[in-house]
């Protein structure tokens, strides 16, 4: 997030006149310039830090296609639309013809939430490129927003409008797009539930008063509007005594809200969903210094069923039905629902210390990741025994059985980089980056149409993983056409970060950008074509020292080489960590950096014949749409084509070439399927996941006839039963599964041994006989021209 220019608040004032005093003490040239700097927004007090987003620049490459096509839809779209029911709600007049975006921003009881994530893309759209067209519409927003407000606060006095705006506010303070009832019978006394009847039900009230603060707070950020900030302290202020007080004029009020209240409020389905509410009020504290904003972002705590499980690492996303924690939470937990609030417990507890809020945080994402996510970074499906609801969590390691239906919803993965994200600012673990990095060039990527269409977002909302479905673009006025627009605009936020003390510059993604690091007075430009290409380039401009740390990827299994100045670095990189490169910088210097791509395939946790095609980062899928044979995915044979050096890029899985848009394509030995990354965004059907089929024991061409029985130990127990399903399952890994879970191999003996002693334990574990054994070793001892690379 930037850092504003201007100071508006006694606690950012008081900041900067310690600050001058610290100089005036000790002087200048004794502290770090960046000492002076006050950081605002995720990760302000964290030990590595975010740039402003308007000082890493993308270059030309995948994601500057992506953010352009979505930036167009943006710059045509008519802003006014936007203000329509903000104005009814106001009692102000609208000009002729100008309808709402529709739907769910039609008048519904999601209304408004669409505007503060438009607000929030046209401000990062702006910081791009200074494109003065974004700003000119963003300015014009807030001023029509502004004074909305302060028309519905003029009638706190009692005065009733007419029409839409025929109803007298409870607290001063308040703007949606909707009536302030909507959202204040969430509680008590009237605790309205999850419907379409505007007079009495209410639909996620909070989640949209959140993303009209969040945009009114990026706009602060990223463009230095006084008056953002100025209607922001105004919610806020109004929240706080929604959330204190309560309804005070219904005629059955009987006090203020209680902790108890609370959480019954954020128990209930959908309604109590309040999206990242929890994190702008933080920001808005450090901001203004006001202890009531820290205050109301913990009334967010979700206390009754889940933070307390989450700070004791007890995994309660799903449960059975006669183990509900709570009094009105489901058995199955609503993913986009909840991963924000986790998100907002990250930021009290960097504005508000405790630590138990980040130990909620960092437990509930292990319990996202890697037991409920897809190879594509996604989360969320059915599974049999359960409602066919596609947005809530499937059960603990539930991969392989929770992919039918609609896929994962595209909002679970913007706000679960989010929280990878902000937990690695504070605890500087590569996994999280790697798992940012998937997410981001697969589903992320892969939720933008590759059209010029600008008649709508042209963005996802769920992401099928059934074999052969088709993306479905579109979504106007839906949740994840609205984080959709955040998250094709601000694609460079996390490329570089930087530690507190301006000592070292993390570089966690290989995207072609320029970083000016105004206060080092130092520039890095990266060059690269990744992930299309494997190699990349970065030029420094100024001078000084600096620790440079390179994410080195958990997938650089084939190496990973850096130089410096054309001198190769003998430090050995090992993948999943960072590797340091510590010397007083100056201007021209070059790091090179190779991290060769190969293909590898990764198995889904409790089925492990059910598997994907990796190419570094990238999810490979296939076209076409397969029969209704192995379950109806694609059947695939894989270890007839494979060598000593267990490549499967050499022959089983071939690189054909490049697409007239630059993409990787590859086809398969085994039927000659076509191949292609995940975002690649058209309407061809496709398949992330297929079925390994592997029925006999072979070496190459030699088949001994014998078949590839499985080993069905070691898979994961279903914490939640699926029906029809055992748990462990009976598809464990195969014979040959652990023979070349062992590549590469030395020689040809080394192979052998590893046969042998695969072989002997399943003899032990009494899949294979004697005699079956013997012939499988003694074929493998034949196999030696079969298997010797090419």
């Not at 904003?293 to 933070?307: C, G, P, Q, T, V």
């Not at 020689?747 to 590893?754: I, L």
Request: hydrophobic content about 35%.
């Amino acid at each position: 997030m930037a850092r504003p220019c201007t100071i508006l608040s006694g606690l950012r004032q008081s900041l900067l006149v310690f600050a001058f005093g610290v100089i005036t003490l000790i002087g200048i040239g004794a502290i770090h310039a960046e000492a002076l700097a006050i950081d605002l927004g995720p990760g302000a007090t964290a030990p590595i830090r975010p740039f402003p987003l308007n000082q890493v620049r993308l270059g030309n490459g995948l994601l500057q296609e992506k953010r352009d096509r979505i930036k167009s839809f943006i710059r045509s779209y008519d802003e006014r639309k936007f203000l329509v029911l903000f104005n009814n709600q106001a009692g102000r007049p609208n000009p002729s013809g100008v309808t709402p975006p529709g739907g769910w921003e039609d008048g519904g009881l999601l209304s408004g939430h669409w505007t503060g994530h438009y607000m929030t893309a046209l401000s990062q759209a702006y910081v791009d490129q200074g494109e003065q067209i974004f700003k000119t519409k963003l300015d014009w927003m807030i001023n029509e927003l502004a004074a909305c407000q302060d028309m519905i606060t003029a009638r706190f006095n009692g005065t009733k409008g007419s029409g839409a705006a025929s109803w007298v506010p409870t607290f001063p303070g308040y703007l949606g797009a909707l009536p302030e009832d909507t959202v204040l019978r969430l509680g008590p006394p009237r605790w309205a539930v999850y419907g379409g009847n505007l007079d009495t039900n209410t639909w996620a009230a909070w989640y949209t008063q959140h993303k009209i603060i969040r945009g009114l707070l990026d706009a602060y950020y990223n463009t230095n509007s006084s008056q953002a900030l100025n209607v922001v302290t105004k919610m806020a202020d109004w929240a706080y005594l929604a959330l204190t007080i309560g309804d005070k004029n219904h005629p059955q009020y009987k006090g203020n809200l209680t902790r108890d209240d609370l959480n019954y409020m954020w128990d209930l389905y959908i309604g109590g969903e309040y999206g990242g509410a929890n994190e702008v009020f933080p920001e808005i504290y450090q901001i203004t210094g006001n202890p009531r904003y820290l205050e109301i972002a913990k009334a967010f705590d979700n206390r009754e069923s889940l933070f307390g499980s989450a700070v004791n690492n007890q995994d309660i996303l799903v449960v059975t039905s006669d183990k509900i924690p709570g009094r009105r939470r489901p058995a199955r937990l609503h993913a986009n629902q909840h991963i924000p609030q986790f998100i907002g417990y990250l930021r009290i507890y960097e504005q508000g210390g405790d630590q138990e809020y980040f130990a909620a945080a960092k437990n509930f994402y292990d319990w996202v990741v890697p037991h409920r996510r897809f190879a594509t970074g996604g989360v969320g499906g059915s599974y049999p025994g359960t409602d066919t609801n596609g947005e809530l969590f499937q059960n603990r390691d539930n991969i392989a059985n929770a992919m039918g239906g609609s896929g994962a919803e595209t909002c679970t993965t913007y706000n679960t980089i989010k929280l990878a994200r902000n937990l690695f600012l504070h605890d500087h673990n590569a996994t999280y980056m790697d798992n940012y990095e998937r997410s981001l060039f697969n589903q992320i990527a892969g939720s933008r149409a590759d059209t010029s269409s600008t008649r709508d977002p042209q963005l996802t909302y769920f992401q099928s993983l059934t074999p052969g479905i088709p993306r479905d673009f579109g979504n106007t006025g839906t949740c994840c056409g609205g984080t959709g627009m955040e998250s094709h605009t601000k694609y460079q936020e996390t490329v570089y970060l930087r530690s507190a003390d301006g000592s070292a510059l993390w570089v966690n993604l290989y995207i072609p950008s320029t970083l000016s690091w105004a206060e080092k007075g130092l520039t890095v430009k990266q060059e690269t074509t990744f992930p299309r290409g494997d190699t990349a380039k970065f030029t420094i401009t100024g001078q000084g020292p600096l620790d440079i740390k390179l994410r080195v990827p958990a997938w650089a299994r084939k190496g990973f080489k850096v130089s410096v100045n054309g001198q190769a670095q003998s430090d050995v990189a090992q993948p999943g960590t960072y590797l340091t490169l510590s010397r007083t910088w100056k201007t021209g210097d070059v790091i090179e950096v190779a991290m060769p791509f190969n293909i590898r395939i990764e198995r889904a946790l409790d089925r492990p014949d059910t598997q994907v095609i990796m190419w570094g980062p990238l999810l490979l899928q296939i076209v076409g749409k397969p029969s209704s044979a192995n379950g109806g995915y694609f059947g695939i044979s894989l270890y007839r084509y494979l060598k000593l050096d267990g490549d499967y890029s050499l022959t089983a899985i071939k690189r054909t070439g490049t697409s007239a848009a630059g993409d990787p394509t590859f086809r398969t030995a085994d039927g000659g399927l076509t191949v292609r990354p995940y975002y690649i965004g058209d309407s061809q059907a496709v398949s992330s996941y297929f079925r390994r089929i592997e029925p006999n024991v072979v070496f190459g061409a030699i088949d001994t006839g014998i078949p590839n029985r499985k080993r069905n130990d070691g898979l994961p127990s279903y914490n939640v039963p699926v029906s029809g399903i055992p748990s462990p399952g009976t598809d464990g890994p195969t014979f040959l599964d652990l023979v070349w879970d062992q590549a590469p191999f030395a020689s040809h003996k080394a192979f052998v041994e590893t046969v042998t002693s695969r072989a002997d334990a399943f003899v032990a574990a009494g899949v294979y006989s004697a005699g079956e054994r013997d012939l499988i070793v003694a074929k493998a001892a034949q196999a030696e021209q079969e298997l010797a690379p090419n």
